[in-house]
């Protein structure tokens, strides 16, 4: 199955500091999704991103489907960023998650 | 909110015990998709539905089963629980749309 590698597994960041989160996955995929789990547990989809660059607010992601990698952009970042950013790949319905990235924002 | 409707939102129950998840699909959508969170495996996909036929299957046990109903709505069984059964349970009704989960603990 496909593989899915995320950088860094931790991130800490004083409130306002911008950050790049990768996702490097193993094979072509349909389906290249962002998501933020919050400390509540919800899982909030950011991003359905096979290709190309999305934005939306302070984030945006860029997929290069040729390369097998894709990047998430959190700009001046606020303590109700923090959490876990997971990014998953997958075909046909089935998705691989990667291990998650977690955020910390300091106020 | 995404739409999507999980119940019990938590469940605690005995090793050897069967439970039951229920997921109510985003109004219009065809398609549930469950997953496992847990410690040790991380998210992961385990089985989709789409208009009551099995689509796409994940790693989902032996002990456990799905079906989707005519009115759309899913359920997750799952039996002869294990202390490694505890997770939080999703579903989804597209890529984008999850609900909030049910958290299973085994005691």
């Known amino acids: 199955g496909i593989q899915v590698e995320q950088s860094p597994p931790d991130l800490i960041l004083q409130e306002g500091a911008n950050s790049t989160l990768r996702c490097n996955f193993s094979d072509s995929v349909n389906n290249l999704q962002w998501f933020h789990q919050n400390p509540w547990g919800q899982l909030i989809n950011l991003f359905y991103i096979p290709s190309g660059t999305k934005q939306n607010g302070r984030l945006s992601a860029t997929t290069v489907a040729t390369e097998r990698y894709s990047l998430l952009y959190i700009s001046s970042s606020q303590t109700t960023d923090s959490g876990v950013y997971f990014c998953?790949?997958?075909?046909?319905?089935?998705?691989?998650f990667g291990d998650g990235t977690t955020l910390t924002v300091k106020p | 909110d995404s739409g999507v409707t999980q119940t019990p939102k938590h469940l605690i129950t005995a090793t050897g015990q069967r439970v039951t998840l229920r997921c109510s699909p985003r109004?219009?959508?065809?398609?549930v998709y469950w997953y496992q969170q847990s410690l040790d495996q991380g998210l992961q996909f385990l089985i989709q539905y789409y208009n009551g036929e099995e689509r796409a299957k994940g790693n989902i046990l032996e002990r456990f089963s799905a079906q989707q109903f005519p009115d759309l709505h899913s359920e997750l069984n799952l039996s002869s629980l294990e202390l490694g059964d505890s997770a939080l349970y999703f579903c989804?009704?597209?890529?984008?749309?999850f609900g909030d989960g049910t958290r299973l603990s085994i005691l």
């Open positions: 998953a790949a997958g075909n046909a319905g089935k998705s691989t």
């Open positions: 109004s219009g959508d065809l398609s």
């Open positions: 989804a009704s597209s890529p984008q749309h």
